[in-house]
Structure formats: structure tokens, C-alpha cells
């Protein structure tokens, strides 16, 4: 390490900072996460397993560790802890709480504890934007996509595909709830979206009335199980990973942001690794698709399982924090490091 290596003043960023600093910038950060996943596919990151801290008293409770190291121009190295709380939707508040705690690359001292939703929801929808446009461009653009699942991850996912250059002639919107699918229509409404807004009584009307299909509902196992529904070949982003049955994920082409994180914790896919006993029926990851490596049959269902990568919150954190940073916005916290001195203060 070089003897010029300075300890970094320390931020706290908020939510309506990040939120300020991310948004109408749809096609800056698709195409940042877009490098990010080339950066991966190239080996340039580091993206341990994910740690999840589940409650005995909390069964459909958890609480995720995402550590990640990015590489590249700009290397940055930290960890976001998410928790999901599906509970908390029925109290009127949002399942999900998270910071980004970004770490400097030569010191390894943190400079940035981040309001973290924002920036997850943000990289998730900037990764279903982008493998929406990837993995059509062999096939018959969709006109009609469908949500299942109308939380905080559908809205800013139909937000970065309508930022991103997407427009359909219908959007369909299911949910076990009729209030939030009639809620999510108004916000469609709001929006500007021309499409037609069709609310659909259940999943089956709706996937069979989808070209492309939008899975963020908090299912902890597969409630779609109908193979035939999906014989119109659709473009599924799996972005809530647990909703399909082993079934039909065998009978799809599948595509995985990484495979080793994907085939775990019960997962859609890893649900059918445990059917099978192997991996056959992974066709591709998308840094794959991404470089040209993956050829993608279209005479079938294709479906995008991404289990969420923490070098992506690197990536949008970090983009963040910059721009909090030029905006002259960026709060430190004075003495955060205290004791610094290796025998102390004279």
C-alpha cells in the first residue's frame, strides 16, 4: 500500500438522496449495470454467496448479506444488508429495508452508509429492462406484458422499461390482492402509460394474454404450475425466482444472471437442479448472452431467473454517491473514525 494512503471522511447518504441522484436516469443506469454484468462475465468482480439470516419466530422473514468487490476503472469494494418483511406490506409499510455500506479499495475503510431499497430496487429493474431487450431480439417483439405482483419492484421495473424505450398496447396487472392491482393500475394511469390497463382475475388469464411476463410477488414456493399456460412461448423476467414449478422451468429456455447463486435457497431453478440431479436445463447467463457466447431457442418459454448480484449495488451505489457528491449535497460525519493513531493520541 502506498505510504500516501489517507483514511476517507465518512457519509451517511438518505433515501430521497439516492432517490434524487437515480431518477429519470433509466438509460444511464441500465447501461452501467449492463458493464457491470460484462465486468462479471470477465471475471473482474468478486460475488461471495449470499448470507441469510432467517428467525424461527419469523419464518416468512429474512435478512440478507450481499458482499461484493468491483473491479475495473473504478474498483470499490462493500456489502448490502437487505431484509424482506412481507408483513409489513398488510401494516402499510414496505417488505423491504436496506443500506449499501461502501468500503474504499486500498484501505478497505468504509466512506458511505447508503439508503440501500432504492438502489436494489433500482439495479433490479435495470436488470430486467435489460435482459427484456437482450433476450427478445430474436424473437417477435412483445406488445402485451403482464405483472404478477404489484409491489415497489413491478413499479420500478415497468418505470425502467418504459425509460428504456418500451411501449405495449396492453399492460396486464395481477395480484392476490384487489386493492393493489387496482392500485397499480392508477399508478400506470399516472405514469402517462397509453397502453391499454387490463386488471386480470387470475395468473392464468393474465400469462396466457402476456408476451412478456413480470413475476415480483413475495412467494416463498412455486403457485404457478401449469405448463400449458406458457405454450404461447412468452418472455418471463422471474424476477421474484420462487413463483414456477420445477416443470416448467425444464420445459423453458432459461437464462440466469449467475448460476451457482441462482441454484440455491430453493429457488425455481434450484427446485428443478433437486428434480434432475444436474444443470442441464441452464441454457445461459446473461453476461453470456450479453457477449455473444449463447445462442436461445425460440420454439419454447424463456425465462430469466435473476438471483440479484451485490456487485450490482456496487455499481448503482456508487453511481449514486457520485452524483451526491457533485451536487454538493454529501453529508460527512465529523471524527467517525476516532482512535486512529497506533499508540494512541499524544
Known amino acids: 500500500m502506498s505510504e500516501k494512503a489517507r483514511i476517507p471522511s465518512f457519509a451517511v447518504i438518505s433515501g430521497a438522496q439516492v432517490q434524487r441522484a437515480l431518477t429519470g436516469r433509466e438509460k444511464q443506469v441500465t447501461e452501467l449495470v449492463e458493464a457491470t454484468y460484462r465486468m462479471h462475465g470477465a471475471g473482474e468482480t468478486v460475488n461471495p454467496p449470499s448470507y441469510f439470516l432467517r428467525f424461527p419466530d419469523r419464518p416468512s422473514s429474512r435478512i440478507i448479506a450481499l458482499p461484493a468487490a468491483l473491479g475495473g476503472r473504478r474498483p470499490v469494494d462493500g456489502i448490502k444488508w437487505i431484509s424482506s418483511f412481507p408483513e409489513n406490506v398488510a401494516a402499510g409499510i414496505p417488505r423491504a429495508s436496506a443500506v449499501l455500506v461502501l468500503n474504499d479499495h486500498d484501505t478497505g475503510y468504509p466512506f ?7 438502489i436494489s430496487a433500482t439495479r433490479t429493474a435495470a436488470s430486467a429492462a435489460l435482459a427484456a431487450d437482450w433476450l427478445t431480439r430474436d424473437r417477435t417483439r412483445p406488445a402485451r406484458v403482464g405483472f404478477v405482483g404489484v409491489g415497489l419492484i413491478a413499479r420500478y421495473i415497468h418505470t425502467y422499461l418504459a425509460g428504456t424505450g418500451w411501449s405495449f398496447d396492453e399492460i396486464g396487472v395481477h395480484d392476490l390482492s384487489a386493492e393493489h392491482a387496482n392500485g397499480f393500475s392508477d399508478y400506470l394511469r399516472r405514469s402517462g402509460a397509453t397502453a391499454r390497463i387490463t386488471v386480470r382475475e387470475s395468473a392464468e388469464d393474465l400469462i396466457r394474454n402476456s408476451d412478456l411476463v413480470v413475476f415480483a410477488t413475495v412467494a416463498g414456493k412455486p403457485h404457478v404450475t401449469d405448463p400449458s399456460w406458457f405454450d404461447h412461448n412468452p418472455v418471463v423476467l422471474h424476477v421474484s425466482l420462487r413463483d414456477l414449478a420445477p416443470e416448467i422451468i425444464l420445459g423453458a429456455t432459461n437464462v440466469l444472471d449467475d448460476i451457482d447463486h441462482c441454484l440455491k435457497a430453493d429457488t425455481s431453478p434450484h427446485l428443478a437442479e433437486q428434480l434432475t440431479g444436474n444443470r442441464d436445463f441452464v441454457h445461459a447467463t446473461l453476461p453470456e448472452v450479453l457477449a455473444g457466447k449463447a445462442k436461445l431457442p425460440t420454439d419454447r418459454p424463456l425465462v430469466f431467473s435473476p438471483f440479484g ?9 456508487l453511481h449514486a454517491y457520485d452524483e451526491v457528491r457533485a451536487d ?4 460527512e ?12 493520541n499524544a
Do not use: K, Q, W
Open 112 to 118: 458511505a452508509c447508503m439508503e440501500s431499497s432504492i
Open 328 to 331: 454538493g449535497t454529501l453529508v
Open 309 to 317: 448480484l451485490g456487485v450490482l449495488d456496487l455499481a448503482v451505489g
Open 333 to 344: 460525519v465529523p471524527d467517525f473514525f476516532a482512535d486512529v493513531h497506533r499508540y494512541g
